[in-house]
């Protein structure tokens, strides 16, 4: 099928090279020259293992482009996804211009029926707008699908091509056979197509993010209360885990959730409670928690330093939001260093794939360093915010020979707190007791 993507971002990019590499003909369209002209050079402009590799494979096959004429996509392909940017507003309300925008354009180029396939992430209602957008525009039929996407930074590849689930939001029943088409070769060992409306679509998607991101801020305000009342978390968190019910997942308590998703989902979802007098005190809550959770554990660094926090040194581990990811946005490393530095705190750093990103977000003062083990020379404490492979299972005799004083601040719950209690360590993490150092 020759298609097109509207939009070389994150979401853009991974689905237009899947549907490549499921042998479908892809024209990627973006309005950033520079990027388009990085792209077709092989240059891939985000950090998502496998992505170059399946690029450079489709590229080279001929079943992947690259352009900024979208008009000409328009006119060559019949299928068209629009995976532009929804940035937040003031309000926590989504940016719907960029997509008004494309669809307009789209419907100014149109020489006949297309089919025009939102999977941007997009407000209840959304499907409406752009419909008339598209009908004020042209005379020409098409049809609208609402198919958004659940990919997950760090994994996105296997979350496109074994996908949970596809939700295809239409009316027409010729379109969803279409678009199952699209889909099936990700479906070889059970049909995990849900089928419904548009507006239920847009909803799913928001419900999604909204319940991970409750589980998520639920387990740090119960890990708050275990460190108060003489708990471990870590015991909580698999007892309650292991009810069929509740399941394991995303009940790891924390520095907060972060990215390009859940907050702007979760402050989306209050957006539209509050726009129809139908107040979401629970995801609202869940907004305020995590806010919080950020600023805490920041300020329990600041606090153990107190009035000497302009002679203290910190090195921090890890500055993208979540492993496997060179992405910041809403990172709590990134809230949290600005915390420490504003205190007169200096700040080293390193993180495996996000130390590019970051120097736009940080300030010159906080040194970006290539080893996460010489960074440790001479200072006062190791504090930890991403959980990179390589650092669940780091050389400690070599952190305890760099620092004067042996002393880690964990926001990810990596270690035993007893183990690094012998090795002499002074060890703070999230919802765990501390223990005497050996």
Request: include cysteine; charge should be negative.
């Amino acid at each position: 099928m020759n298609m097109s993507v509207v939009g070389t971002g994150y979401v853009g990019l991974v689905a237009g090279a899947c549907f490549a590499d499921s042998g479908n003909h892809v024209t990627c369209v973006d309005c950033n020259l520079d990027k388009i002209d990085k792209l077709n050079m092989g240059d891939i402009p985000i950090y998502e293992p496998g992505l170059a590799e399946i690029v450079k494979r489709n590229t080279a096959a001929g079943r992947l482009k690259f352009t900024a004429d979208l008009s000409a996509a328009v006119r060559s392909t019949r299928v068209l996804f629009i995976a532009v940017g929804t940035p937040p507003a003031a309000d926590g309300s989504p940016d719907l211009s960029s997509i008004l925008d494309v669809a307009k354009t789209i419907a100014q180029s149109m020489d006949g029926y297309r089919i025009v396939v939102m999977k941007s992430t997009v407000p209840v209602g959304t499907h409406l707008k752009v419909s008339e957008a598209i009908a004020g525009e042209t005379d020409h039929p098409f049809d609208y699908v609402s198919n958004p996407e659940f990919l997950k930074e760090g994994a996105a590849l296997d979350d496109f091509m074994k996908p949970d689930r596809v939700v295809i939001g239409a009316t027409n029943p010729a379109v969803m056979e279409i678009m199952k088409e699209l889909y099936n070769p990700f479906m070889r060992r059970s049909d995990r197509i849900l089928m419904m409306d548009p507006a239920s679509a847009e909803m799913t998607k928001y419900a999604a993010n909204a319940l991970l991101a409750t589980k998520i801020s639920f387990m740090n305000e119960i890990a708050g209360l275990c460190e108060r009342l003489g708990a471990d978390v870590e015991c909580v968190r698999r007892g309650a885990g292991s009810d069929s019910r509740i399941g394991s997942a995303f009940l790891f308590p924390g520095v907060g959730y972060g990215g390009s998703c859940f907050p702007k989902d979760v402050g989306a979802l209050v957006s539209m409670g509050d726009a129809v007098d139908h107040p979401m005190s629970i995801v609202d809550a869940v907004q305020r928690v995590n806010q919080r959770q950020r600023y805490t554990f920041a300020q329990r660094v600041i606090d153990h330093f107190g009035d000497h926090c302009a002679n203290t040194t910190l090195a921090v581990w890890g500055l993208a939001f979540k492993a496997r990811t060179d992405d910041v946005r809403e990172s709590p490393a990134i809230a949290a260093i600005k915390m420490f530095t504003k205190n007169g705190m200096t700040v080293r750093a390193h993180d495996p794939e996000a130390m590019d990103n970051a120097k736009r977000e940080l300030d010159a003062t906080v040194t970006m360093c290539e080893d996460e083990y010489d960074m440790l020379k001479g200072a006062d404490a190791l504090v930890i915010f991403t959980d990179w492979p390589k650092f669940r299972t780091p050389d400690f005799q070599a952190i305890a020979e760099r620092m004067p004083v042996k002393l880690i601040f964990d926001g990810r719950n990596m270690y035993d707190p007893q183990q690094l209690a012998k090795r002499g360590f002074q060890y703070f993490c999230v919802g765990r007791p501390s223990y005497p150092v050996v």
